[in-house]
């Protein structure tokens, strides 16, 4: 059984400039979610995909953007980066049931905005 | 926002004791999920609760859910210097997989230390 895994790890991006991360879910899981982890705090939800499509989404811009292809790897598009945009994005994936079941999440990607 | 509050902010103890984690929350739950991490990586589930039940173990850890006091705890018996690493409460409030359609809130987290 394959795990998430993300890429890059480590992103140092310029103030305005757009980024791209990738996330591969693991093997049998049909549903994607983006969460935004500031330093010292706790993972905030970005939006999840199922079926190609946005789910559910949380208090963020539209510059989030995302995708998630037919073979369920997805990426999150953050355009007009700004300083606050430094965080740790992690990806978690789940197969879509109503049952309640944990997320499997990825190491991250580590983004720095200067 | 983070719906969830964990206390303490953060937690030394001495490899072998117990420790204990709380969680408090705001608006009502399906469910609610306690994860690890070590260093800023991913997070790692340990425990699910559902609102229905009150009680759950795992190994060496435990959980408890009062609905009525919107409140959890974690203990953690016989802790190791492996067992060093940040505990977050998270609230799932849709019930499908993942959190749904509003995905999973967390607390802020607690910072546990085990001392050798």
């Known amino acids: 059984e394959t795990g998430v895994t993300q890429s890059p790890t480590h992103l140092i991006k310029t103030r305005g400039q757009q980024v791209t991360l990738r996330c591969s879910s693991q093997?049998?899981?049909?549903?994607v979610s983006w969460y935004q982890q500031a330093l010292g705090q706790g993972p905030q939800f970005i939006f999840q995909?199922?079926?190609?499509?946005?789910?559910g989404r949380g208090n963020f811009p539209p510059r989030f953007s995302g995708l998630q292809f037919p073979n369920y790897s997805s990426e999150l598009n953050v355009n007009a980066l700004e300083l606050d945009d430094s965080a740790l994005y992690l990806c978690?994936?789940?197969?879509?049931?109503?049952?309640?079941?944990?997320?499997?999440f990825g190491n991250g990607t580590r983004l720095t905005v200067t | 926002s983070q719906q969830g509050e964990e206390d303490p902010q953060a937690l030394s103890i001495q490899e072998g004791e117990n420790a204990t984690m709380n969680c408090s929350y705001k608006?009502?739950?399906?469910?609610l999920q306690w994860y690890r991490q070590n260093s800023g990586r991913g997070l790692v589930h340990l425990i699910l609760?559902?609102?229905?039940?009150r009680e759950k173990h795992s190994g060496r850890l435990r959980v408890t859910l009062d609905t009525s006091k919107k409140s959890s705890s974690l203990l953690i018996t016989a802790s190791r210097a492996a067992d060093t690493a940040s505990y977050f409460c998270?609230?799932?409030?849709?019930?499908?997989?993942?959190?749904?359609?509003?995905?999973?809130?967390f607390g802020k987290g607690t910072h546990l230390i085990i001392q050798p």
């Open positions: 093997s049998g899981h049909n549903t």
């Open positions: 608006t009502s739950i399906n469910n």
């Open positions: 978690a994936s789940s197969t879509r049931t109503f049952s309640s079941t944990p997320l499997h």
């Open positions: 609760i559902r609102s229905n039940e």
């Open positions: 995909y199922y079926r190609e499509e946005e789910n």
């Open positions: 998270a609230t799932d409030a849709d019930g499908w997989s993942g959190g749904g359609a509003d995905g999973l809130t």
